[in-house]
């Protein structure tokens, strides 16, 4: 019997290890399981449509400005600036806090520092409480050697999140940094 029962169980157990095994090896591959999983990128053109979760044409009316929006950060964190200006340009509602932050990014990015300081300045007075663009405008500001304004953006940023988020920490690296050279 406990043959019988050990041939029966054993390829169950084998199974259920297997399982495990890869499920955990996927958990690991994703970065831990809190990230979310990887966007596709999309060709030049196309933006992702995260309700099919699939790339289609730019001028797509069918696209919320939300997903052009957070495209075009994705574009313009991947170094593709200037497709990230392009699919900002689709905008209905360009003038959003979120999509002013990413054109001065990408025009930052471009070494249009000046242009870039001027749509982080209308994101700001659109949401004063906007960290994100507080931080990139303070590193506009390291970038002109005005540390005296990055410092205050960067003063304005504790207030908003404390020393302890992401924003405040990468502004005071970007200024410590620039105290270096």
Same mark, same amino acid.
């Given at each position: 019997m406990n043959t019988r029962l050990a041939l029966f169980t054993a390829p169950l157990l084998l199974a259920g290890c297997l399982a495990a095994a890869l499920s955990s090896s996927l958990?690991?591959?994703? /970065?831990?399981?809190?990230?979310?999983?990887?966007?596709?990128?999309?060709p030049k053109g196309q933006v992702l449509d995260t309700r099919s979760n699939k790339c289609v044409s730019q001028q797509s009316s069918l696209v919320p400005d939300a997903d052009r929006t957070d495209y075009? +950060?994705?574009? @313009?964190?991947?170094?593709? !600036?200037?497709?990230?200006?392009?699919?900002? #340009? *689709?905008?209905?509602q360009p003038n959003t806090p979120k999509a002013l932050n990413?054109?001065? !990014?990408? *025009?930052? =990015?471009?070494?249009?520092? #000046? &242009? /870039? %300081?001027? +749509? +982080?300045?209308?994101? $700001?007075?659109? #949401?004063?409480?906007? @960290?994100? $663009?507080?931080?990139?405008?303070?590193?506009?500001? $390291? %970038? =002109?050697?005005r540390l005296d304004l990055a410092q205050e953006q960067l003063q304005t940023i504790k207030s908003i999140c404390s020393t302890t988020c &992401?924003? +405040?920490? #990468?502004?005071? &690296?970007?200024?410590?940094?620039s105290s270096k050279t």
């Open positions: 958990v690991m591959a994703n /970065g831990g399981g809190d990230a979310a999983p990887a966007r596709p990128q999309c075009a +950060y994705q574009l @313009a964190k991947d170094g593709r !600036y200037e497709e990230a200006l392009a699919l900002l #340009d *689709t905008l209905k990413y054109r001065g !990014y990408a *025009t930052r =990015k471009l070494g249009r520092t #000046d &242009e /870039g %300081i001027g +749509y +982080y300045l209308q994101s $700001v007075k659109l #949401d004063p409480h906007y @960290a994100q $663009v507080r931080e990139y405008l303070g590193e506009a500001y $390291v %970038i =002109k050697g &992401e924003e +405040y920490r #990468d502004l005071a &690296e970007a200024i410590a940094d």
